[in-house]
C-alpha cells in the first residue's frame, strides 16, 4: 500500500513535464523543378511544389503533409530522423531524403523536386 502511494506523487510530477513539452516538428517550401527543359537567365527555371503531399517516416510512423499555394508546409513530428517522400511515385526525387528534428524546436528545411525533365 505504501509503494502505491509513493508511486503517485511521481506520476503527477512527470505529467506537467509532458505537457510543457516544447513544440517540434520541421517547417519551410517545396519546390520542383527544372520546369521547362531549357533553363534560360531571366526564366524561372523553378516552381513552387504547390498542393503536393509529402511524408516524413520516423519513429515507426509515417505523417504526411500537403503543401499550400506556394509551395509552404509545416508539420508537427517527434524528436527524431525521418526519411522524406513523396506519396506521387512518377518521375523525380525530392531532396534532402533525410531531416532531424531537435529536441527543443521546429527545424526550417526547405525541399526541393527535381522534375527530370532534361
Given amino acids: 500500500m505504501i509503494r502505491a502511494l509513493l508511486a503517485v506523487p511521481a506520476l503527477a510530477l512527470a505529467a506537467p513535464a509532458a505537457a510543457n513539452a516544447p513544440a517540434t516538428g520541421a517547417y519551410g517550401t517545396v519546390r520542383r523543378g527544372p520546369i521547362t527543359p531549357i533553363c534560360r537567365v531571366g526564366y524561372p527555371c523553378d516552381a513552387p511544389a504547390s498542393n503536393t503531399l509529402i ?15 506556394r509551395g509552404q ?10 526519411a522524406v517522400s513523396r506519396t506521387y511515385t512518377g ?18 528545411v526547405n525541399l526541393f523536386i527535381d522534375t527530370g525533365i532534361r
Fill in 55 to 69: 511524408q516524413f517516416t520516423g519513429n515507426g510512423k509515417t505523417t504526411r503533409v500537403r503543401t499550400g499555394d
Fill in 73 to 82: 508546409y509545416r508539420v508537427r513530428l517527434k524528436p527524431g530522423r525521418y
Fill in 91 to 108: 518521375p523525380g526525387s525530392i531532396r534532402p531524403g533525410s531531416i532531424r528534428v531537435p529536441a527543443t524546436r521546429f527545424v526550417h
